[in-house]
């Protein structure tokens, strides 16, 4: 009749789970309820998008070999490039032990390991075999390619985070520090080898040079703080775990760390684009044409100038928008600015023709428009982890750790309050869950089960 | 478990005893059956390791590193084109003209397409006729001899608007004997004429040249209605 | 519903229902040599399919050394007319897909007009040859300095940027100095058509298949391997109706491409990128990287 697990018991029968589910959704506000019924019909658009793509072959995607990489590679770029720069962002705090950043720790763990799963799912989609290529890169890897190393810190990266939140939900603090410090050390690697992947093409111009590895970091830095903005102004919105240190700690420091990056993307960006026009070096020459006055014009002055930096930094800067919400809006706009800004850095290696491919010379630029199939994929995969995380967010014990207790951080004299278990009764504000929340899986404390 | 950890700040000794008390067996049954129970678990990891062994080693063979292999079974694929020295065996007529004229260059299977499997399925003796080809259209002829930009001005080209037009090529041109026959000169302009046919039929003034196509004169002016002396640069 | 399933730790003073955790042990412990026995006979079954098929894999004529081979081309772009038969003949010879933008091997047509600027057009590869009406659109014959044909294929580079971009090293060369792509191993992830300075690779569509019978893997000019180690030309070659795609082995002085790179001028495409190819131009004019 009824199941035991972790010490709890679970109903078997199906007419009791199904009334219990009704009285949970019944007893969920509103909002919540319009939120995850719109996550879910993206997550199964995305789904279908999904299964479309599993048959090898590509006449479901809008790529053709003059224009090999499309929106799924811009995806799955955006998406790892912004797990690393979470990490990047959080370890100030984990590893440096700047207080300003400690109250970021749990949250940027799970959102670094959700973002780095949909990157591996987003990817598995574009690739036509991706059982072989988890075969073939331990069986038979070629050591040159920056792709399979590319693959192995990604990998790696995954394990330690894996292991990095495993062990904070689960207390072992000496564990969790190691784990920290490699998945930090593995978050600016692991892009730079993304970066790679672009930068040591010869055969495009705009992508060649040894500087689109550190300039893939810096993405990488701008898109994972502007995606904990996003996260930290709702937790002080909606008042979840931990939010009071949040607005005196987490808001300032996500601030700080977003203006300086926005500045420095500003500068790379610039330098980026002269670059480009001096000379008429073939191939750069008129990839930057296509950006500025070409095809990808409308995306790059609309998309990336002025909604993703411009805006951001208005936003940032201006006293009357210096507010959480303001940084809620300035951090989507670089956020969507940087998805902008990936697509166009794809799109322009391969915009500009240097030679026919395939018997085929697009001119003056080739064109590329992605299928239904591929934005449903992308779609689903931003839905998947807005869904996932919003479930984390509500269900796990996402107050600040212990962890900084166990020594070796500056500042760990304060004592830090775990919020998990009693979120803000007493302000009256509740966790937007309702009466009908069932206890959280994992002990609040920390400790072990 | 969590009695082992409190028992690490403490007596570990007695604790480790204690826990080996509970593990022991309270009669020789259970002893036994423990032991064959360790015993099949030890013997079903082994027996796995094989299984996983063999799967692994034929899906080694499969996607391992194999590149000679591969080159291998590149190689051994069948070839759609013959050698065009083949086609002499059986075809005497078309190719004793066609190695001396000025097509020789252009390899029988360059008009034809792919003949390996002809070639190899037909066998001497069968009779002329047996084995249908596509006929070569006249399109072929114009992909190489139509004027084009591009084309070395020495390469033999017309324009094909300019060169009776609506005719075929090969009412005129032998491909396997690649020199260019031009219809006669007449000595007298086709405009307000009666019908040609009316001094050409057979029986008539002049008689009609072997080969020459017998009908309404709208087919006779395609090829004479044009002054003869429109240049075929050689 | 009676308890006929268990799941962690029994009711004390249960008694064992008819599917106990005994039963399902037996029941594991007897099924798991059948279970490697099929295992060790599918892996016999693979181990001698893989003998029989090594010995249909030899060519006809005897064996082939690839390393004894060196093979090149070289393109004369002040012969080659344009026709269109060499991209025919790889189509039909590779079962290349009929999508006209899908090819290994294509022809195009560059025209330097008086005023320094150069167009270059490649209609559906080259493979109707040019029309006899057609011209470059809006340059009219007066206005052409110069125009002519350049045959393009793989350059079976010395140095090729495709095989170390691949991840899983499913692109490699041969001794011989031919690039190819084990269709067993490519996961279709499409770097090395992007590392390609000259175009030479596409995907198959999944309508259509290489002649291994695969869609989604890579597909690229192979300097027709299953003629050349049969001692025949590449298709290209064989049908070209002016002598413009010569043929032949380096390693031979005598011939056909070792004297024609003795004689002509010849260069690569793309020098400065170090890729070292193995087909040779010559007439090429300066607009030509």
């Known amino acids: ?449 | 478990m969590s009695r082992l950890r409190d028992a690490l700040g403490g007596d570990r000794a007695a604790a480790l005893r204690s826990a080996a008390r509970r593990l022991r067996p309270a009669s020789p049954t259970g002893l036994v059956k423990r032991m064959a129970a360790a015993a099949a678990l030890v013997a079903g990891l082994a027996v796995a390791l094989l299984v996983l062994g063999a799967a692994f080693s034929a899906f080694y063979g499969e996607y391992g590193f194999h590149p000679e292999e591969n080159a291998r079974s590149w190689a051994a694929l069948t070839p759609s084109y013959a050698d065009s020295a083949l086609c002499q065996r059986c075809h005497q007529p078309e190719y004793a003209p066609w190695v001396a004229s000025r097509h020789r260059a252009v390899v029988c299977e360059s008009c034809h397409g792919p003949l390996a499997a002809h070639a190899a399925e037909t066998s001497p003796n069968a009779p002329a006729g047996s084995v249908v080809l596509a006929k070569v259209s006249d399109a072929i002829c114009v992909a190489c001899h139509g004027k084009a930009i591009g084309r070395p001005t020495a390469f033999p080209q017309v324009d094909v608007s300019q060169h009776y037009a609506g005719a075929s090529c090969l009412w005129c041109h032998n491909p396997h004997d690649a020199t260019a026959v031009r219809p006669p000169d007449i000595p007298h302009p086709l405009d307000r004429l009666p019908a040609c046919v009316t001094c050409h039929s057979p029986a008539g003034l002049k008689p009609v040249p072997a080969g020459h196509v017998e009908s309404s004169d709208g087919v006779c002016r395609t090829c004479h209605a044009r002054p003869a002396a429109v240049e075929v640069r050689p | 519903m009676s308890d006929t399933v268990t799941t962690g730790a029994p009711e004390p003073g249960q008694a064992s229902s008819t599917l106990s955790r005994r039963r399902v042990l037996q029941l594991g412990l007897a099924a798991i040599p059948a279970v490697c026995g099929a295992g060790l006979l599918s892996g016999a079954l693979a181990t001698s399919d893989d003998v029989v098929r090594g010995a249909e894999l030899e060519p006809a004529g005897g064996t082939y050394d690839p390393s004894a081979h060196d093979w090149a081309f070289v393109m004369d772009t002040t012969i080659c007319i344009g026709c269109g038969r060499c991209v025919e003949a790889c189509k039909l010879e590779n079962h290349v897909p009929e999508d006209p933008e899908l090819n290994r091997t294509w022809v195009e047509l560059h025209v330097l007009a008086k005023d320094w600027t150069v167009t270059v057009s490649s209609p559906a590869g080259g493979a109707d040859g040019t029309p006899a009406q057609a011209t470059v659109p809006a340059v009219a014959d007066a206005a052409v300095r110069n125009a002519y044909f350049v045959p393009r294929t793989c350059m079976q580079c010395e140095n090729p940027p495709c095989t170390w971009v691949c991840p899983v090293s499913a692109t490699y060369q041969t001794a011989d100095g031919i690039v190819l792509v084990d269709e067993k191993r490519c996961i279709g992830c499409g770097y090395c058509v992007v590392a390609c300075p000259y175009g030479a690779r596409y995907m198959v569509p999944a309508g259509d298949t290489t002649p291994k019978g695969v869609a989604g893997v890579v597909d690229k000019c192979t300097f027709c391997y299953q003629r050349i180690t049969r001692g025949l030309l590449p298709a290209c070659a064989e049908v070209c109706p002016v002598n413009a795609r010569i043929f032949g082995d380096r390693n031979d002085a005598t011939s056909a491409v070792s004297v024609a790179i003795d004689q002509k001028r010849v260069r690569v495409m793309k020098p400065a990128l170090g890729t070292r190819p193995r087909v040779f131009y010559t007439g090429l004019e300066g607009e030509v990287d």
């Open chain 1, 1 to 449: 009749m009824s199941v035991r697990l972790a010490n709890r018991e679970l109903p078997t029968d199906p007419r009791v789970i199904a009334r219990a589910m009704r009285l949970r959704v019944a007893a969920t506000p509103r909002p919540l309820r319009i939120w995850y019924s719109v996550l879910l019909v993206l997550c199964l658009v995305g789904a279908v998008g999904a299964v479309l793509c599993l048959p090898p072959g590509w006449e479901v995607l809008g790529t053709r070999p003059s224009f090999e990489w499309g929106i799924l590679i811009s995806a799955y770029v955006f998406f790892a490039i912004t797990t690393s720069g979470l990490c990047l962002a959080s370890s100030l705090g984990t590893v440096f032990g700047i207080e300003m950043f400690i109250p970021l720790e749990k949250r940027h763990a799970i959102l670094a390991l959700l973002c780095l799963v949909t990157a591996f799912g987003v990817i598995a989609l574009d690739l036509q075999f991706p059982v072989r290529m988890v075969f073939g890169a331990v069986l038979s890897p070629s050591l040159l390619s920056p792709m399979w190393w590319m693959g192995v810190f990604y990998g790696a990266y995954l394990v330690f985070l894996i292991v990095e939140v495993l062990s904070m939900f689960t207390g072992r603090w000496q564990l969790h520090r190691v784990a920290c410090v490699l998945s930090s050390i593995t978050a600016i690697v692991a892009p730079t080898t993304l970066g790679a992947v672009f930068g040591v093409l010869s055969s495009r111009p705009y992508w060649h040079g040894a500087f689109t590895p550190p300039a893939m970091v810096a993405a990488a830095m701008l898109s994972g703080t502007a995606l904990l903005g996003i996260v930290f102004s709702c937790v002080h919105r909606f008042r979840l775990a931990g939010f009071e240190r949040v607005a005196t700690l987490a808001i300032p420091a996500i601030r700080l760390l977003l203006t300086i990056i926005l500045a420095v993307t500003v500068l790379v960006l610039g330098w980026q684009t002269a670059w480009g026009l001096y000379g008429d070096v073939p191939g750069l020459s008129d990839a930057t044409a296509a950006i500025l006055v070409g095809p990808l014009a409308l995306p790059f002055w609309v998309f990336r100038v002025f909604m993703g930096l411009v805006a951001p930094l208005a936003l940032l800067a201006l006293p009357r928008t210096r507010t959480p919400a303001g940084l809620f809006a300035a951090s989507c706009l670089a956020f969507a600015g940087l998805f902008a800004d990936r697509a166009i850095f794809v799109s322009a290696g391969q915009v500009a023709p240097a030679t026919a491919v395939a018997g085929v010379l697009p001119s003056p630029f080739a064109a590329y428009v992605p299928s239904l199939v591929e934005i449903s994929v992308v779609v689903g995969a931003l839905a998947f982890l807005a869904l996932v995380y919003t479930l984390a967010e509500l269900h796990l014990p996402m107050g600040e750790h212990q962890g900084h207790l166990a020594g070796a951080f500056l500042g760990s004299g304060r004592l830090a309050t775990d919020a998990g278990t009693a979120p803000g009764t007493s302000a009256g504000g509740e966790e937007p869950t309702g009466s009908g929340r069932s206890a959280p899986l994992f002990d609040g404390s920390g400790g072990v089960l």
